[in-house]
């Protein structure tokens, strides 16, 4: 048979789409198809409380200790090697005692370097833990709402997502009664449940669960000998809208918690640090009793795909995590949490919008009161299609978060960037309320 290229098609992973880079699409094309009447309005500027990036303003600039030690590592010789693809022992190391530090203190047994895989990113290293512990035809039990990098990467895997709730009424924590019952559901079936998957503080929910609602989930992974999966992308980035106190709402990270669970936390300087483009990311092994020990070793031999992430980021990373102060951490909460102060305060009392209380990471998330919506908007795809084009104001619907009826915003914008979206979302619910 000849060849010819139309024999050839991309395959089946090539094929898997992330459902918000589509949504960015959709949204874009709506305020460009009403440009000029926009433009009339005086509307012309798009306000985008859509896409949670802290380096895209300035507001949450990266610590000067920061650039300092990048400006650093670039001028010296010794950053243009190879180094091992899990990362250099100084930088793993520097990631342990951070995170010792900050949120494992009262755990008795530290983390130590050889806990640690460096990684290209938070998502790069969520893709190397769900590789190494799930395959195809194994399950994962993954939240609803979540983050939709999840499916892409159970997706991608061959991994059927199995879906638990949280309860938007308990401030987001997880119905722990449905999970246990999905748990004895699969061990009817055979035990394909490998691995369970958490957010916390979450994207899109923007909650930070209480130190005993985390135990409580570690506990329960105990008892069913699954692993837990921890997305800690926005550690220590918590508030209480209703304190002055910046600690008023600490966070609890799943290694804090005393058990004989095995955990993977998954995390990075991302967030925290303003950089989400240097593409830094870490993975934490917690396993006291060693068995997820073989697990861990394949994250290692998958981090040889492609040998990252770069060594200017592993050598001045160590300095970042040493030396950066509370100071700079508190300042970017107060960013945070000024803006979710404000968004809340102002759509809490407009008809049709039921904003819950937002405590941790850079968004929040509202749900829709159908009813009260004329019939012009029946879901929350409806709703952000249309604030797009009248009001050139840019949110996610919560569909591809699996959060139907609602939306999500990010409170990282500047404050009159915010101030304004919020003006015009209150006017556009006027309008389209009955």
Not at 309 to 319: A, Y
Not at 408 to 422: A, F, G, V, Y
Request: hydrophobic share 40%; glycine share 8%.
């Amino acid at each position: 048979m000849e060849r010819s290229w139309d024999m050839y098609k991309p395959s089946r992973r090539a094929s898997i789409t992330h459902p918000l880079l589509s949504y960015v699409q959709v949204l874009g094309k709506r305020t460009a198809d009403h440009a000029e009447q926009l433009a009339k309005e005086g509307k012309g500027e798009t306000l985008s409380l859509a896409i949670g990036d802290p380096a895209l303003d300035g507001n949450l600039p990266p610590p000067k200790v920061y650039l300092d030690a990048m400006t650093e590592a670039v001028e010296t010789t010794r950053c243009n090697g190879y180094t091992s693809s899990l990362g250099t022992p100084d930088a793993r190391a520097a990631v342990a005692a951070y995170w010792t530090r900050w949120f494992a203190p009262s755990e008795p047994t530290k983390l130590t370097a050889a806990d640690v895989i460096l990684a290209s990113g938070c998502s790069d290293a969520l893709s190397i833990v769900m590789g190494a512990l799930v395959g195809s035809g194994d399950r994962i039990l993954l939240s609803q709402p979540l983050f939709p990098q999840y499916t892409v990467l159970a997706d991608y895997y061959g991994v059927e997502p199995v879906f638990y709730d949280c309860d938007p009424s308990k401030e987001w924590e997880v119905d722990l009664v449905g999970l246990q019952a999905l748990l004895d559901k699969d061990q009817q079936e055979g035990r394909k449940i490998k691995a369970m998957l958490i957010n916390n503080p979450s994207n899109p929910c923007g909650s930070n669960w209480s130190r005993s609602h985390v135990e409580a989930v570690v506990k329960l992974c105990e008892a069913n000998g699954i692993p837990l999966v921890s997305d800690e992308i926005y550690a220590g980035m918590t508030f209480d809208i209703h304190s002055p106190s910046p600690g008023a709402s600490p966070f609890t990270s799943v290694a804090d918690i005393a058990s004989t669970a095995t955990r993977f936390i998954v995390s990075g300087a991302s967030k925290r640090f303003g950089v989400p483009g240097d593409r830094l990311g870490w993975i934490l092994q917690v396993d006291p009793t060693g068995r997820g020990a073989k697990v861990f070793k394949g994250c290692g031999t998958l981090t040889g795909r492609f040998l990252l992430p770069h060594t200017v980021l592993q050598r001045s990373i160590i300095q970042v995590l040493q030396e950066t102060d509370e100071s700079y951490y508190n300042h970017a909460l107060g960013v945070l949490k000024k803006n979710a102060a404000h968004l809340y305060g102002e759509l809490r009392a407009v008809k049709g919008l039921e904003p819950v209380v937002p405590a941790g990471g850079m968004f929040m998330s509202v749900r829709l009161h159908i009813p009260d919506f004329k019939e012009e908007i029946q879901n929350g795809v409806d709703f952000a299609g249309l604030l797009a084009a009248e009001e050139n104001v840019h949110v996610f619907p919560g569909d591809p978060f699996r959060m139907p009826n609602a939306f999500r915003l990010t409170i990282s914008r500047p404050s009159d960037i915010t101030e304004e979206s919020t003006r015009r979302i209150v006017a556009f619910c006027k309008r389209h309320t009955q």
